[in-house]
């Protein structure tokens, strides 16, 4: 059962997620990514069999000392991926600090900053097939 409000799903499903170490390497092995103020995006297009979009999350404790800071990060990232995700390229990605952020953390700021992130994705990667 999903829940859906407007069109857009209520959850992060397993599906839309990079959950395996493999996954992972496999993105950054591909070494291609786009830079912004604080935050880092790792892509590699994903086959054409498959048109959804799968996020990864990279956050350490040397950029982020707190569980609570780390934790907020995810949920941020996550939320604007969710609210996102329809109009994304077919794309694993991994999104990762890239700067110490500004204390406290500002969820604002990595917001504004992931949707620039998304913006540029757009230019660089194959644009999605209309179904």
């Not at 390497?25 to 591909?30: A, T």
């Not at 994304?88 to 917001?111: E, H, S």
């Amino acid at each position: 059962m999903t829940r859906t409000s407007g069109g857009v799903e209520q959850t992060f499903a397993r599906r839309y997620r990079l959950t395996k170490t493999d996954e992972f390497s496999s993105v950054f092995g591909f070494r291609k990514a786009i830079r912004g103020k604080l935050l880092m995006l790792h892509y590699q297009p994903r086959p054409s069999t498959t048109d959804d979009a799968r996020l990864g999350l990279v956050v350490g404790k040397k950029l982020l000392k707190r569980a609570v800071d780390r934790n907020r990060f995810k949920r941020v990232l996550r939320e604007q991926f969710r609210l996102r995700r329809a109009t994304l390229p077919a794309c694993d990605l991994i999104v990762r600090l890239a700067a110490k952020p500004p204390k406290p953390l500002d969820a604002g700021a990595l917001v504004d900053d992931f949707v620039a992130l998304l913006a540029k994705l757009q230019r660089f990667a194959p644009p999605r097939e209309a179904a």
